[in-house]
């Protein structure tokens, strides 16, 4: 399960603006890579919608079936927030449904093959 903990308004290539709700899976442990040691972590993502702002308010702790996991994608620069550092990404945190991706897999496209 996620739940919607925020939502922020984003602008798109074209300048127009759109909503995206902020989702944060279970908690986990995690072993930090530097210490050794483990720690509580929750990975969040940000998830296109097309909602209002109104809308979107509303929904915050509204939980949905899924989960936030890993995805390799091409690499990024990322500036930390809290020292203005910039480094680069190769992995970003999407939404998962599992149940919808089995649908797809086992689904035949729409498309009529002649």
Known sequence: MVKVIDFKTRTNDEGEEFNVLIVQGG?????????????????????????????CKSLIGTSFEGSVKRVECEPFDYVMQETGEVIELSHRYELVNEEMEILEEQTLPTEVVR
């Open 27 to 55: 908690a986990e442990p995690i072993r930090s890579q530097q210490t050794g040691k483990l720690y509580i972590t929750a990975k969040t993502a940000s998830v296109p919608s097309t909602f209002d702002a109104d809308t």
